[in-house]
């Protein structure tokens, strides 16, 4: 692929910045510098006190969405800058036969590696995106880096107070060790393209972690809850271990900025703090359309280039990332990327909306854990959020959205440790947890009842949310009449991206291999990967 250098002049090319890409796995919008005084949520309370330095320091993207939120369409749409369905098996999280068809994803711009060719340091640690990286000095070696440490379930199991601190002196020097070990390869006068992809956001938690580790006691989050799920001590609990791995995503993302102001290149970094896709663990966060799942933390310091202290409202997915970072770097992004450049909003002076054309974010999915339906099948849906609505259309609405039930009746249902712990027994688009355990348990309960088959039922072809009067997205307003003019122009709207951008949905190509495994009568099959066997998504 020809990289095409902007006209930017032979003075300006030292000054390309350095880029770190801090890229956590399932992170929701969580964190102290989104609390909203107006709408108490889980943002109230903690505080992460290093990455609300890059919003004090840099701008707040206030309407950042992700592409799909779930880990590999999401990583795919950001490598390529290409909706999530363009990209071939990057679509689906893992599976899928290939061999012997023609995969899109090859076809597509790989933003790192362009990078790469354009004089970077390309590199990566841990889960992060589908790139080569480039070969450094390999001076870094003497810095052991290999084996990610889960903050909670690594410090845990510490028997007295000294053994805690070394546990967590562990996992401090890891990072650090991290960071010294990129820009070691690295060296001293090339610009590097960095992304470290931490884990602790991901499931399994180490239960009670949140208040024996960080002081959250479950009773300060009373009130705080996600509005759709009930309020009690379990779930309480959960939400606290889930705010200790964002305190854990805090604290190593300091480790980084202090390794590189002693590295003298912090203030010719720019740093873009932001995730993968939303709280897992939970119904209608982690793969689905609903804030909780979709909506993104999008934080981005720059010295010299991006006025401190401001926040934006225009819309964006994270596919803008790809012609963000290549602008950047004074590459011309290339024509086949979906994303528009964000270095408007970056680089202009005031707080707000900056282009009034970015008044939507266009996200979807397809398929998450293989086996989560009959013959691998996806839950395949596509949504637009704008100020005052989403709308979200399901296109197999006789599908189970969040997995098959499997072994739930009215009396029985698998057990509540299994259920914490394994998310393969049963609404495996779920990952297993407390929350996922206490909701399937006391299912029957009379005040539970209706809410469970909100959250785990079969959904209607279209949904659409007034956030002016309904910010928790709670009442699906798509059949009421006075709704029908805005449910009819932003179903329009998003079909027309559909179409324009070829989406393979239009003709159910998902549905069919190489995207779903085939028998070679052509018959779909089950077939666990061995991601979903893991647990892992």
């Known amino acids: 692929m020809s990289v095409v250098p902007l006209r930017i002049g032979a003075a300006a090319a030292p000054m390309r910045p ?50 799909c939120p779930q880990c590999t369409p999401s990583r795919g749409a950001v490598t390529t800058g290409s909706y999530f369905w363009r990209t ?16 899109p994803f090859t076809r597509l ?118 509005a759709h799920l009930p309020d009690v001590p379990e779930i309480r609990e959960d939400m606290a271990d889930a705010l200790g791995e964002i305190l854990a995503l805090d604290l190593m993302f300091g480790v980084f900025i202090e390794e590189l102001e002693k590295a003298g290149r912090l203030d010719r970094t720019l740093l873009v703090v932001t995730g993968d896709n939303g709280l897992p663990g939970v119904p209608r966060g982690k793969t689905e359309m609903y804030d909780l799942g979709s909506a993104a933390p999008l934080l981005v310091r720059w010295p010299g280039k991006v006025k401190p202290g401001r926040t934006v409202d225009d819309f964006t997915t994270l596919m803008d990332l790809a012609p963000t970072f290549l602008e950047a770097a004074g590459l011309t992004p290339p024509a086949a990327m979906n994303g528009r450049s964000l270095m408007p909003q970056l680089n202009a002076a005031k707080s707000g909306v900056i282009d009034a054309t970015r008044d939507a974010a266009i996200f979807g999915r397809e398929r998450h854990v293989g086996p989560a339906r009959a013959g691998n099948l996806p839950y395949p849906s596509r949504a637009i959020r704008t100020k005052d609505f989403l709308y979200i259309r399901n296109f197999k609405p006789d ?40 909701l399937v348990t006391h299912r029957n309960q009379p005040d539970i009842k209706s809410a469970f088959e909100v959250l785990f039922g079969r959904r209607a072809a279209e949904e659409l949310y007034d956030l002016r009067k309904d910010p928790h997205q709670l009442d699906n307003v798509a059949g009421e009449p006075a709704y029908a003019a805005a449910r009819r122009e932003l179903g329009d709207r998003l079909l027309r991206v559909m179409r324009d951008t070829q989406d393979p949905r239009l003709e159910d190509a998902f549905d069919r291999p190489p995207y779903v495994e085939s028998h070679p009568s052509g018959e779909p099959r089950k077939k666990k990967d061995r991601a979903a066997k893991k647990g892992r998504k």
């Open 88 to 103: 071939g098996s990057s679509a689906i999280l893992s599976g899928g036969e290939w061999q012997g068809h023609d995969n």
């Open 399 to 438: 599908r189970w959205p969040l997995g098959d039930p499997i072994g739930i009746t009215e009396s029985t249902a698998p057990a509540f440790d299994a259920l914490h712990t394994d998310t393969q027994v049963t609404l495996r688009d779920v990952d297993g947890s407390l929350t996922k355990a206490w």
């Open 109 to 226: 711009p790989n933003f790192p590696e362009i990078l790469g060719a354009a004089g970077y340091h390309i590199s990566k640690q841990y889960k992060t995106l589908p790139f080569t990286p480039t070969t450094g000095t390999g001076a870094g070696r003497r810095f052991g880096v290999d084996q990610f440490l889960r903050y909670g379930l690594h410090v845990s199991p510490a028997k007295t107070a000294a053994e805690r601190k070394q546990r967590h002196d562990e996992v401090v020097q890891l990072t650090r060790n991290v960071v010294r070990r990129m820009l070691t390869d690295c060296g001293a006068d090339r610009p590097f393209f960095f992304v470290f992809g931490p884990i602790n956001t991901h499931r399994p938690y180490a239960r009670g972690s949140g208040k024996a580790l960080w002081g959250i006691d479950p009773e300060s989050i009373r009130g705080k809850v996600p």
């Open 18 to 67: 350095d880029i770190f890409f801090f890229y956590a796995d399932d992170w929701a919008r969580i964190a102290s510098c989104y609390a909203d005084p107006k709408a108490p949520s889980l943002s109230d309370v903690i505080r992460t006190p290093n990455i609300d330095r890059v919003a004090r320091e840099g701008v707040r993207f206030n309407n950042a969405f992700y592409s």
